[in-house]
């Protein structure tokens, strides 16, 4: 019997932490169809900074007040080539209904951006949840082994379509705006502004992609280190990327297995309520999504990203 007890007792003590954990997070409107003002604002860039994530609950909510939200974080946007817009500053969610692993957004292209927000304008009923893992709790939980293999540097390599990686290079190179203002000589720009990257297109105008990056990253004022990386994360739209060490070791699946146990045992559940919004720091804190159960339609959940 007293076994039973305690294990009852350790469920719902973490499950009293979940929560309590949740609400820390939370900013919750004083008032019905109360606007995101100045002092919101201010709330939650601070508790961006100390925590890595901020949910805004019950303040009135349009893709418009959501633009107006990110542009107070993100002075450059930032998309996915694979996704469809919702407005100019925001795309749908659409990763089909499967689970998806934790990542940061964009965490295998050579810029992904500081911030990611979210706005759920319809949620659904039963599951769907979005997990939250702040990395630098994955870190810190780290056995010695784990952290000393990872702070080694990784490359990450794919081959993207053509259509895909020309929009991505025409987003992100500061002198054009267009996929068909892509050339060779663009693509080569825009690998130069960072090392680390190779690239060669074949005939049929597919890219094959490779990046050098870190799957650590060091918080520049605090020298906090966090796992954050797209290396549990999903390819829905994308070939499935092959990753190893820059020595040339792979990442088995053993060790890809510990993370993902080590990752879940630091990951929080967020049950969306239509109209919240979320903003993550992509530099520190991964997300991903539980399965959805039911209607995908009941689900709409759009995403804006990009850097300060």
């Not at 998309?79 to 209904?97: I, L």
């Not at 054009?176 to 720009?189: A, F, G, K, M, S």
């Amino acid at each position: 019997m007293h076994s039973t007890y305690s294990k009852e007792k350790k469920v719902i003590d973490s499950a009293t932490e979940h929560l309590e954990r949740l609400l820390q997070n939370t900013l919750i409107a004083r008032q019905e169809n109360q606007r995101v003002d100045q002092d919101t604002i201010t709330k939650a860039k601070q508790q961006l900074q100390k925590s890595g994530w901020v949910l805004l609950r019950g303040f009135n909510h349009d893709l418009e007040a959501f633009s107006a939200l990110v542009s107070h974080f993100c002075s450059k946007l930032t998309f996915d080539p694979a996704r469809e817009f919702t407005n100019d500053t925001a795309q749908k969610v659409d990763a089909g209904t499967q689970a998806i692993g934790l990542h940061i957004e964009n965490g295998n292209t050579p810029f992904p951006p500081d911030v990611v927000a979210f706005y759920s304008r319809k949620s659904a009923s039963v599951g769907s949840q979005t997990t939250l893992c702040d990395g630098q709790k994955i870190f810190n939980a780290m056995p010695t082994h784990l952290q000393s293999l990872f702070e080694k540097n990784m490359v990450v390599s794919r081959t993207l379509p053509e259509a895909l990686w020309k929009r991505y290079v025409a987003n992100e190179h500061p002198l054009i705006d267009n996929p068909e203002q892509v050339t060779q000589q663009r693509l080569q720009e825009l690998m130069n502004m960072l090392p680390g990257q190779t690239g060669t297109v074949n005939d049929q105008g597919e890219l094959y992609y490779r990046l050098c990056f870190s799957p650590i990253l060091v918080n520049t004022q605090s020298g906090q280190r966090a796992f954050a990386n797209a290396i549990l994360g999903p390819s829905f739209n994308y070939q499935a990327p092959t990753y190893e060490f820059e020595g040339g070791q792979a990442l088995d699946g053993q060790t890809k297995a510990e993370i993902a146990d080590l990752a879940e045992q630091c990951t929080l559940e967020l049950a969306w309520q239509d109209g919240d919004m979320v903003l993550i720091d992509n530099t520190r804190v991964m997300h991903g999504r539980r399965a959805i159960q039911g209607d995908p339609n009941d689900r709409q959940l759009v995403i804006a990203m990009g850097s300060h």
